[in-house]
Structures are given as structure tokens and as C-alpha cells.
């Protein structure tokens, strides 16, 4: 009738705009093949520290390497945890910057819903470990708290590969913001002591590093001296040196400058992106999976008495529990107050499959694990733990996912027939 008005009923998990569709393939393509590396580094090194030459393993671990004078002659297993872990948490910043200032996560109504399921992904396991572990424990909180990409994607390349483009996204975007929540955590609550001159010290590389990438710079010559030096300077201050990765990607520019009467165009994030994940999924998380992962587990007996140890009950009650349960109870909270309805095809049931999913923690759930309680017997039951709940959600995820296998084909063929009648090829074979 002339003069009414609709109202347009908000949807949950619609579609990503093409060229974000186009942009999160590229990243899932490269992700999951990071996570088959990691899987098969973290196995590597499980056979080897439970094989006869276990010694070799943990000698291994023990060499030191690096500059004396700069207090920087580390042990591998530490330049795993510090050095690599920055790139990872490089390319982390800036997917974390491009999803916010020229991904859809511009648009509020598409970000609420995957930000409050990170929260909500945070602060239910951290209440669920503390009820389970108990008091002794209480320096772990956070470890269950992180989901691993790499590895979730590694097992959605086998069991989902036909899984609706926004889900891939939603977990996508729900594991980036849960990455930038797991550096606040380390930097607030697992910083044992603060120097605060090489702290303030490290501004002034990270300035430069700035200025420089915002007038365009890409000489690595240039740019990487710089950001080995803020790394340096955030390493010496006590602060975990992870953190002067984020930093240094923030800085980053999403967007080119605009010149007179032109469009803005892909900045610089976009480039160094292209060059880093590759490194970052390739190199980076499945060296430190090698370093981490390998723990021994003392034949059928040690690893009982491992799981049934209140902290490692407590994190593996996180992964499974208070994950899922806190990302399906912020989201449901999202779509009861905006009275939104998941889109079309898509259950209640898919999004249990996501959150259990989102249970597999590894790489940040093991280096706050060693940053929690150090080497020993807590660190080898936290790994274990670890390692036991990631295995056990990637199951239940699957036994999920596979039983709405129909239905994600069915709605498969949809997108990828609209995408042929646009005249957008089909990307989502691909990944």
C-alpha cells in the first residue's frame, strides 16, 4: 500500500560483501594449510619426546642462541615463544586493523555479533577453569581462553568444506578478536616484572616504524631493523614481546593515501599481509607448535594422572564447556535484544558445531600456559591438557558439523550459483 513502511528483520551470519568474501577466502586458503604444518609439527614433536630418544628432544629445546650483549642469547624454545610469535601476532594486528577499517566490520550491526561471541568466548571458560581448578591454580585462567585458527581451520578444511561462507567468516573474526583479547590479557596479567625505561624506550623505533609506513616505505632494510629494535626494547621491559608485534601492525595504514580527486586504494597492511602470513602460518606457529607441543606423557598411567590433575580438568572444562557455552550465550544474547533471525538455511545446531569448534585452543592456550606456571610437571600437565581438550573439541565439532553436511552443500550451491550469475568466480572451491 502506498505510504507503508517495511521493517527489514535483522539477520545473523548473512553474507560478506564479495570483495570481503574474495579476501576471507584468500586468508582461510592460507590458514588451513598453516594448520596442516602445525598439526603435523605438533605430532612430530609428541613421537619424538615419548620415542627413546626423548633426551635428544629436550636438548634440543635447551640450545641457546643469539647476541649476549644484548641479553638476547636465548634458548629455541624461547625464540619460538618471543620471536616467531610476534609475526604471528604482526599479521594478527593487521587482520585485526583491516577487518575494522575497511573489512564489514565497519558496520556495527556485522560486528556485534562476532566481538560479543569472542567476549563471551573469554569470560565463561576463564569462570569455568576458576570453578574447576580451584584457588592453586588461579594463575592459568586464561588458558582456555584462546581459540587457535590455524588448527580450527585445519579441521574445517576436512569436515566443512562446503560450510556457508558467513560462518567461515563469523570464526574467522571471532578468533582475530579473541587474538587481540589474548594480548591484552598477557601484557595486563602475565607481565612478572615492568622496566619501564626500555619500555618507554621502544616508542621511539615504534614512532619511526610509523611515520615511515605512513608515508609508504617498504624497504625491509629499513622497516625490520626498526621493528627488531621496538621487539627488543618490549623484551627487555618485562612485557611479553609478542606484544610490540601488535603494536607495530596497528601503525600500519589500511588505506593508501587519496590523491587529488582519486580513490582511497589498499594500503600497506594489505601488502605486508600478503608477504607475513605465509611466513607467520608457515614458518612462525608451527615452529613454536614443535617447541611446545612435544611433552611426555609417561604411558597410559602419567597421562591419567595428568588429566585428572584440577588444573588440567579445569582447562580442558574451559575448551569444551565454557567456550561453546559462552560464545552461543553471547550470541543468542545479541539476536534476543536486536530481534535478529539467523539467515536463511542456517540452524541454532550450526552455531554449536562453531563454538565447539572454537574450543580447539593451542598456540596462545600454550604459550600462556608457560608463562602461567614456567617449565615442570604444571607446564607438562597444562600441555597435555591442552592437547587433549583441542583433540576432543575438533571430534565433537565434527560429529556437529557433518550431521547439517546436506544442508551446507545445498546452500553451497546457492552461493556459488549466485556468484556465477554476478560473474564472480567461484572462490570458495578453492579453499
Avoid at 20 to 49: F, M, Q, S, V, Y
Avoid at 118 to 142: C, D, F, I, Q, S
Amino acid at each position: 500500500m502506498p505510504g507503508t513502511t517495511t521493517t527489514r528483520t535483522p539477520r545473523l551470519f548473512n553474507r560478506s560483501s564479495w570483495p570481503e568474501a574474495r579476501r576471507i577466502t584468500d586468508i582461510l586458503r592460507k590458514e588451513t594449510i598453516g594448520g596442516a604444518l602445525l598439526l603435523a609439527a605438533a605430532l612430530t614433536a609428541l613421537i619424538w619426546a615419548n620415542s627413546p630418544w626423548a633426551q635428544t628432544y629436550q636438548d634440543l629445546l635447551t640450545v641457546e642462541a643469539g647476541p649476549a650483549a644484548l641479553h638476547l642469547n636465548l634458548d629455541l624454545a624461547t625464540w619460538a615463544a618471543d620471536g616467531l610469535l610476534a609475526v604471528f601476532f604482526f599479521v594478527a594486528g593487521l587482520e585485526l586493523k583491516r577487518e575494522f577499517v575497511a573489512g564489514d566490520l565497519r558496520d556495527l550491526r556485522r560486528a556485534v555479533v562476532p566481538v560479543a561471541a569472542a567476549v563471551g568466548g573469554v569470560v565463561v571458560p576463564a569462570l569455568v577453569y576458576l570453578a574447576v581448578a580451584g584457588e592453586a591454580g588461579a594463575m592459568g585462567w586464561a588458558i582456555p581462553t584462546a581459540t587457535d585458527i590455524a588448527f580450527a581451520l585445519a579441521v574445517l578444511a576436512v569436515i566443512g568444506r562446503s560450510l556457508p561462507d558467513a560462518l567461515r567468516t563469523f570464526l574467522l573474526t571471532l578468533a582475530v578478536v579473541d587474538d587481540l583479547i589474548a594480548i591484552i590479557v598477557i601484557a595486563a596479567f602475565y607481565t612478572s616484572h615492568l622496566s619501564v625505561l626500555p619500555l618507554l624506550a621502544a616508542v621511539v623505533p615504534l614512532a619511526v616504524f610509523a611515520v615511515l609506513v605512513r608515508r609508504g616505505v617498504r624497504a625491509w632494510w629499513l622497516l625490520l631493523p626498526l621493528a627488531f629494535v621496538c621487539w627488543t626494547l618490549v623484551h627487555a621491559s618485562g612485557v611479553h614481546a609478542t606484544v610490540a608485534g601488535v603494536l607495530l601492525a596497528l601503525t600500519v595504514p589500511v588505506l593508501s593515501r587519496t590523491p587529488p580527486g582519486g580513490t582511497e586504494g589498499p594500503g600497506l597492511a594489505e601488502h605486508f599481509e600478503h608477504r607475513f602470513r605465509p611466513l607467520s602460518a608457515g614458518v612462525a606457529v608451527p615452529v613454536f607448535a614443535f617447541f611446545s607441543a612435544g611433552v611426555g606423557l609417561g604411558g597410559f598411567g602419567g597421562l591419567v594422572d595428568a588429566l585428572s590433575d584440577p588444573v588440567a580438568m579445569g582447562i580442558m572444562a574451559g575448551l569444551l564447556v565454557g567456550k561453546p557455552v559462552g560464545i552461543l550465550a553471547a550470541t543468542w544474547l545479541v539476536a534476543r535484544f536486536t530481534r535478529a533471525t539467523l539467515d536463511e538455511g542456517l540452524a541454532w545446531i550450526d552455531m554449536v558445531g562453531l563454538a565447539v569448534l572454537a574450543g580447539i585452543g593451542f598456540t596462545v592456550s600454550l604459550l600462556i600456559g608457560e608463562l602461567a606456571f614456567g617449565t615442570g610437571e604444571a607446564d607438562a600437565r597444562v600441555k597435555i591438557a591442552v592437547l587433549a581438550g583441542s583433540l576432543a573439541a575438533a571430534l565433537l565439532a565434527t560429529v556437529i558439523l557433518r550431521l547439517r553436511a546436506r544442508v551446507y552443500r545445498r546452500i553451497h550451491q546457492s552461493e556459488t550459483a549466485d556468484s556465477d550469475h554476478d560473474g564472480i568466480p567461484d572462490l570458495y572451491q578453492q579453499s
